[in-house]
């Protein structure tokens, strides 16, 4: 298995100003087996410690958590010296024991030379719920699924990356694109959670598939119960089990009245941030204008919102495997929500996109999403198929003038007269064709 997180993590290691690393990112990504990975291939030696199999640690880290006093301590677990520069100190379950994450102060001050990582399950709701936090001595690395082009790694496709990377903005021969367009309905089925595409690979079977996926839904649910404060769990559950009807409308933006007949904003707005903290969902807000910064023009009001993955998508929609790979009618009724979730997915893992949002009228013009650049603001339009019709996209244009406007289908690649119509399987190249 290979994680492109993993040059990031390589480059975090040989910066002069590293500060201790925290790994964000929703359960079952792959935080811990990303940085085990890296640990072994980059390291000459790995203390691992998981502070929810270890609760005795608690008490310790109550004490005195001076840098040489928790070395003393890991050192004596682990059974041999913690060396700088060689060992990598890895936190796992880190919010589990909140102060052991502003012990990373500490370190960030007076070790640097030691390399530490930490990642926890629900780390991003731990560190808005209050928890001593140590801002400004820490560097941020967020981990989300496989994303498409991981994927095709994973399937050992690397020549066929390397061949769409080096191709350019020319046509894609004829057998490339029915290969691709293949990978791409297995992906809209499996998705990328790293146990459910480890699991395709060693049984090509997709009723195993469907179970590893209603297996990780069942943890998503049970957290709602375990970490979730009781007054917001039964939202929590109302609020998750909406959202393949919410994507299934052809205005997308969310309605709290189909969360529960009489929901009001006020009322869930505490477990809406619970699911966001999660990373179980993203969202996307409404732009009333496309100019700089964007974030200025934000509308509160009018979001989308959207999950973790889009194999998880498609187990909560009901919608089997079948009805994708062969393409029947059920899968025509409902493929625009899923390739919306699979088109931010590709979009949300480029590092040069900061934030994503959607544009709509005042009428009934909507484009899809739309993001910037250090340099230009660029609005997507997703196609699920070969039909390139977009009456929104030249509302947009007619307005707004863009210098160059992204339309994804399952169309060869082409850019004419400032459009880049883009096929869905090459958005993970999207940065080449913008540079």
């Known amino acids: 298995m290979r994680r492109l997180a993993l040059c990031d993590l390589i480059a975090w290691k040989k910066k002069k100003d590293r500060l201790p690393l925290i790994l964000k990112g929703a359960r079952q990504v792959g935080k811990t087996w990303l940085l085990q990975e890296f640990g072994k291939t980059e390291f000459e030696d790995v203390l ?12 310790d880290f109550d004490e ?31 919010q589990e024991i909140p102060r052991a994450l502003t012990a990373l102060k500490y370190f960030a001050e007076t070790a640097p030379e030691y390399a ?55 046509q894609i021969p004829k057998a490339i694109t029915g290969k691709l367009t293949g990978y791409l309905k297995q992906y809209l089925v499996i998705g990328g959670m790293p146990a ?72 869930y707005e505490e477990a809406l941030l619970w699911l966001l903290d999660s990373g179980l969902l993203q969202k996307v807000s409404r732009i009333t204008k496309p100019a700089m910064p964007l974030k200025a023009y934000e509308d509160l009001k009018a979001f989308k919102l959207y999950l973790v993955d889009v194999g998880l998508l498609r187990v909560m929609s009901e919608l089997p495997p079948q009805a994708i790979v062969e393409g029947n009618r059920i899968f025509e009724e409902y493929k625009g929500a899923l390739t919306e979730q699979f088109v931010l997915s590709e979009l949300a893992g480029n590092d040069f996109i900061r934030s994503i949002y959607y544009w709509a009228s005042e009428a009934t013009a909507e484009v899809d999403f739309v993001f910037a650049d250090n340099n230009n603001i660029y609005p997507v339009e997703v196609k699920a198929g070969y039909h390139l019709r977009a009456k929104s996209l030249k509302v947009y244009g007619d307005r707004y003038n863009p210098k160059l406007v992204i339309r994804t289908s399952l169309t060869n690649i082409q850019l004419n007269e400032g459009v880049l119509d883009i096929p869905l399987y090459i958005l993970f190249n999207l940065g080449a064709y913008l540079a």
Not at 48 to 59: D, I
Not at 126 to 140: C, I, N, Q, R, Y
Request: proline share 4%; with cysteine; net charge positive.
């Open 116 to 170: 530490i990582c930490c990642a926890g399950s629900l780390l991003g709701v731990a560190l808005h719920s209050g928890t001593s936090f140590p801002v400004g001595k820490v560097d941020f690395l967020s981990l989300r699924p496989f994303n498409f082009e991981e994927f095709l790694l994973a399937n050992e496709e690397s020549m066929l990356i390397d061949f769409i990377k080096k191709n350019g903005i020319h």
């Open 64 to 94: 005195d958590i001076s840098v040489h006093r928790i070395l003393d301590l890991l050192g004596a677990l682990h059974g041999r010296r913690i060396k700088p520069q060689e060992t990598l100190i890895i936190f796992d379950e880190v």
């Open 196 to 267: 459910v595409v480890m699991a395709w690979l060693d049984s090509r079977d997709y009723s195993l598939i469907e179970k590893r996926q209603r297996d990780i839904l069942e943890t998503y649910e049970n957290d709602f119960s375990k970490h979730a404060p009781k007054n917001i769990v039964p939202k929590l559950r109302y609020l998750w089990n909406s959202i393949p009807s919410q994507l299934a409308k052809e205005n997308k933006k969310f309605i709290y009245g189909l969360v529960r007949t009489g929901a009001r904003a006020r009322d």
């Open 48 to 59: 691992y410690v998981n502070f929810e199999n270890t609760p005795g640690l608690k008490q």
